[in-house]
T-cell receptor, first 110, second 113 residues
Framework: GQNIDQPTEMTATEGAIVQINCTYQTSGFNGLFWYQQHAGEAPTFLSY????GLEEKGRFSSFLSRSKGYSYLLLKELQMKDSASYLC???????????FGQGTELSVKP | DTEVTQTPKHLVMGMTNKKSLKCEQH?????MYWYKQKAKKPPELMFVYSYEKLSINESVPSRFSPECPNSSLLNLHLHALQPEDSALYLC????????????FGPGTRLTVT
């Protein structure tokens, strides 16, 4: 079966660091994507991990452990505009088929 | 040009109408996708076109009919829809069908009355 688990909601303070975890079980695995979605807008591609380890891109970093079926998205120096839903999306064996998690709604407070 | 465009932005249609949603990208991407998204839910994949051929159909009802006239364009033809089909319809594209970030258009907000 296919199962993706990420927290429903998180709250953090402006300027802080937050880590959004994702565990997954999928039929086959080609890599894992993270997307950001602001309310009423389309998802925006943030990162892609295929090998184990940390990928850093500015304030955002993403980590993958294939053996543990685990990923996290790390957001540093939080800004109010980072308030959004963050979607974990592993890619299964079928090319292009992303399996989206339910999303983590992040609220950044002043 | 680094964007995916979709028209119309909003569409209201009756259950007996026929309408089409359009999607366009000029990034040279060879994979294009249709997703459906309900409020407070993640996007659900409907169709994948890979090199202009339909490669994935997620058991979507036949009242939704995709078409890929060329590598830059993707259409979704709608006919005899139900009120529960009301949703945000998102188009996306990626450089290749595998291991490649998908870039989403702004979506078409569809209401079926």
């Amino acid at each position: 079966g296919q199962n993706i688990d990420q927290p429903t909601e998180m709250t953090a303070t402006e300027g802080a660091i937050v880590q959004i975890n994702c565990t997954y079980q999928t039929s086959g695995f080609n890599g894992l994507f993270w997307y950001q979605q602001h309310a009423g807008e389309a998802p925006t591609f943030l990162s892609y991990n295929v090998l184990d380890g940390l990928e850093e891109k500015g304030r955002f970093s993403s980590f993958l452990s294939r053996s543990k079926g685990y990923s996290y998205l790390l957001l540093k120096e939080l800004q109010m505009k980072d308030s959004a839903s963050y979607l974990c999306a592993p890619e299964g064996n079928q090319g292009g088929k992303l399996i989206f998690g339910q999303g983590t709604e992040l609220s950044v407070k002043p | 040009d680094t964007e995916v465009t979709q028209t119309p932005k909003h569409l209201v249609m009756g259950m007996t109408n026929k309408k089409s949603l359009k999607c366009e990208q000029h990034m040279g991407h060879r994979a294009m996708y249709w997703y459906k998204q309900k409020a407070k839910k993640p996007p659900e994949l409907m169709f994948v076109y890979s090199y202009e051929k339909l490669s994935i159909n997620e058991s979507v009802p036949s009242r939704f009919s995709p078409e890929c006239p060329n590598s830059s364009l993707l259409n979704l033809h709608l006919h005899a829809l139900q009120p529960e089909d009301s949703a945000l319809y998102l188009c996306a594209s990626s450089q290749t069908p595998r291991a490649s970030g998908q870039y989403f258009g702004p979506g078409t907000r569809l209401t079926v009355t």
